[in-house]
Structures are given as C-alpha cells and as structure tokens.
C-alpha cells in the first residue's frame, strides 16, 4: 500500500456501505481476481473472502493478509473446521487456488514465501492480542451469508459485531 492512499473500507467509523467498501477494495486492488466474473459455485468463497478484507479493514499485503485468516475464524461463523472442508471441495478448492496465483503473479513465488517468514515473526504477537480479544460471548458476523449486510454501513456492521478492537 506504499504508493497510495489509503481506503476509505478501512477507516474503522466509515460510513461506506459493504457494497462501496467492497467496490473500492476491487478498484484499489486491481491483481485481485474479481470473483464476480468467475463461475458462481467457487465465486462465492472468493468473495467471501472479499468481504472479510472490507469488513476487517485489511489490506491484501502478507501481513493484513496472513492476520486475516485467524481474525476471520474468530471473528465470523466461517471456522478452521469450514475451511478444511471447503478446501478438500472438488467444486471450491480451485477458487482458493486462485488467491495463491493472483499473489505468485503478483509478486512470485520466492516474494510469497519468504515475505511469509517475514512477517510471520512480527504479526505472532498481534495474533496473540487477537485471540485474547476474541475469547468470550461474541455475535460472529456471517462469512457466506452476507448478501443482506450490502447495503448497509461499514460503521453499523463493526459495531453490530463488536470489531472495532480489532482495528
């Protein structure tokens, strides 16, 4: 995200809707394979995923990327278990084969996984924060069904499911 601004979708008090926030993710990210042109029985989990990015506020860098797997487990109704399963999916797994390539075309595959040992060191700590703040009673926001949030705030979404800790 150097060499440019940053989104307005991760702003924690934005006004945007899930809809504009996902809109811009698309246009301020254009490597990012956009799920909406690809066949709907993998689209969906891409652009779950998607979603997760605006909702949490990350960005697709290694470390807002790598945070994002374990925040979205603790955070949403999509769990580790669900994502085995939907890894091990004949009809799902290319999609998340896709993330992998748009990231090796992006930057190849030695950039993907020594910057992975990079920031591994650096994000164990905040990961450790974060499983912390995600212990307890919490309303998890919906990871697949979340086509009824579209047209609402980014603001009313986090604070109907208590992620602004998270920002």
Known sequence: MSKRSRPQYMDKNTPQTL???LEEYYAVNPNVTDPRELPPEFAKILLAH???HVVLG???NMYDEIKLLPL??????FKFSDYLRTNRDPAIKPAIQIMYDDLIREHGVLWLYS????VLPRLLPEVISLWFKTRGTRKFYP???YEHLLDRSLLEIRQEFDLFPFF
């Open 19 to 21: 809809r504009q926030g």
């Open 143 to 145: 990871f697949l069904d």
């Open 72 to 77: 979205g487990f603790w955070t949403s109704d």
């Open 115 to 118: 910057s992975i040992l990079v």
């Open 58 to 60: 990350c960005d697709t």
């Open 50 to 52: 998607d979603v997760s």
